[in-house]
């Protein structure tokens, strides 16, 4: 990075995670940016001024909070920095927060009371906070429904529908097609480029397309993902890239033009596909059901403790898991399988069973 002059201020931000790889898919030439650090993709930036009275007043928040929760017992994920656990009366609660929208789960409804009232005896003299009690909460996009006991429901319906409702093209019930892709969605866009208005209007339905995609949506990522790789200098056939459908068929024909020489392409069609651990069933037109059964049932059969029906408790997390581990370490053979299956296991609730994770990470902290 380029040193600042004398006199001049330069603000530099760091990027890691996942916010590496959207930022390649929006801006393909930063890739050559991109370097490893302990083994992680790292990006620099040169952050403007205006963002970054943001970003450090938010930073600002989060050391604060994290600071509190720390003092009352709290112990941060060191896999996810949103995220914090504690054992209260012999039962874990667990705290996510973005920015000041906090989210607490307990057992014991009245421990999520005590943490209520500390909330707003800490910051209440700033704003009086909201609380919001029940069993369906909106959060972050998310519809988390716990109406069933034992069972997490999460839906992102409003959060499509608050999309569509602010896009200027309106559809109908009867505007259905088969897959989100044009068939000339990998084509160079074509048309005039798109005015300023437009052009935030696109930027701003990819954002919450390419968000919603990582959530609920998998289906619509490929094309999000291309779209995405456009919001720069959008052209009017990026605008209408989605309204035209039988881009399967010519995909794979091209697959199998482009690599069939090496190895014939297995084209693999229907309305049930097994992909990356996940079932993906298209069964009812116009839904996507996810499931990741099979994936956990390997899982559990390729562990050497063997569990039956009868082999059920309240929480994935035991009394103890916040203490430091006992006993001896486990031999190579034990230790290959415990990676194995805390890296599964982390996969898995990343996607599929979030009430795993908090478990799942910690013991990913022990590897």
Same mark, same amino acid.
């Not at 403007?48 to 600071?67: D, K, P, V």
């Not at 690599?259 to 993906?280: D, E, W």
């Not at 839904?287 to 059964?293: D, Q, W």
């Given at each position: 990075m380029p040193g600042a002059k004398e006199g001049e201020d330069r603000i530099y931000m760091k990027i890691t995670g996942m916010m590496v790889q959207i930022l390649i898919d929006m801006a393909p030439e930063y890739c050559k940016y991109v370097v490893f650090k302990n083994g992680k993709r790292v990006i620099?930036?040169? /952050?403007?001024?205006? +963002?970054?009275?943001?970003?450090?007043?938010?930073?600002?928040?989060?050391?604060?909070?994290?600071?509190?929760?720390?003092?009352?017992?709290? /112990?941060?994920?060191?896999?996810? %920095?949103?995220?914090?656990?504690? /054992?209260?009366?012999?039962?874990?609660?667990?705290?996510?927060?973005?920015?000041?929208?906090?989210?607490?789960?307990?057992?014991? %409804?009245?421990?999520?009371?005590?943490?209520?009232?500390?909330?707003?005896?800490?910051?209440?003299?700033?704003?009086?906070?909201?609380?919001?009690?029940?069993?369906?909460?909106?959060?972050?996009?998310?519809?988390?429904?716990?109406? /069933?006991?034992?069972?997490?429901?999460?839906?992102?319906?409003?959060?499509?529908?608050?999309?569509?409702?602010?896009?200027p093209i309106k559809f109908n019930k009867d505007s259905k097609q088969e897959t989100p892709a044009g068939n000339n969605l990998l084509e160079a866009g074509k048309g005039k480029l798109l005015g300023a208005e437009y052009r935030q209007i696109f930027h701003t339905t990819v954002a919450r397309g390419l968000y919603v995609s990582k959530k609920a949506r998998l289906d619509i990522h490929p094309t999000i993902t291309i779209l995405a790789l456009r919001v720069r200098e959008p052209t009017e056939s990026d605008w209408k890239n989605h309204m035209d459908p039988k881009v399967d068929d010519k995909?794979?024909?091209?697959?199998?033009?482009?690599?069939?020489?090496?190895?014939?392409?297995?084209?693999?069609?229907?309305? +049930?596909?097994?992909?990356?651990?996940?079932?993906?069933?298209?069964?009812?037109?116009?839904?996507?059901?996810?499931?990741?059964?099979?994936?956990?049932?390997?899982?559990?059969?390729?562990? %050497?403790?063997?569990?039956?029906?009868?082999?059920?408790?309240?929480? %994935?997390?035991?009394?103890?898991?916040?203490?430091a581990g006992k006993g001896k370490l486990l031999s190579a053979e034990y230790c290959q399988i415990f990676h194995t299956t805390v890296a599964r296991g982390l996969y898995v609730s990343k996607r599929a069973c979030l009430d795993i994770h908090p478990t799942i990470t910690i013991l990913a902290s022990r590897v």
């Open positions: 620099y930036v040169q /952050v403007l001024h205006a +963002i970054y009275g943001m970003l450090q007043s938010s930073l600002l928040f989060y050391n604060q909070l994290q600071s509190d929760l720390e003092a009352k017992g709290f /112990v941060f994920d060191p896999y996810d %920095p949103c995220f914090a656990n504690k /054992v209260d009366n012999e039962k874990q609660q667990t705290i996510r927060f973005h920015v000041d929208d906090v989210m607490s789960s307990h057992m014991d %409804p009245k421990v999520d009371d005590k943490f209520a009232e500390w909330l707003n005896m800490r910051y209440g003299s700033i704003k009086a906070c909201t609380i919001i009690r029940g069993k369906i909460h909106r959060y972050l996009g998310m519809t988390l429904d716990f109406l /069933v006991k034992g069972k997490l429901k999460i839906r992102m319906g409003d959060y499509d529908k608050n999309m569509l409702e602010a896009f995909f794979a024909e091209w697959l199998n033009m482009r690599y069939g020489s090496i190895k014939a392409c297995t084209i693999i069609r229907g309305k +049930i596909h097994r992909y990356l651990g996940m079932t993906l069933d298209f069964l009812v037109k116009g839904k996507l059901k996810i499931r990741m059964g099979d994936y956990d049932k390997n899982m559990l059969e390729a562990f %050497p403790i063997k569990f039956n029906k009868d082999s059920k408790q309240e929480t %994935p997390a035991g009394n103890n898991l916040l203490e």
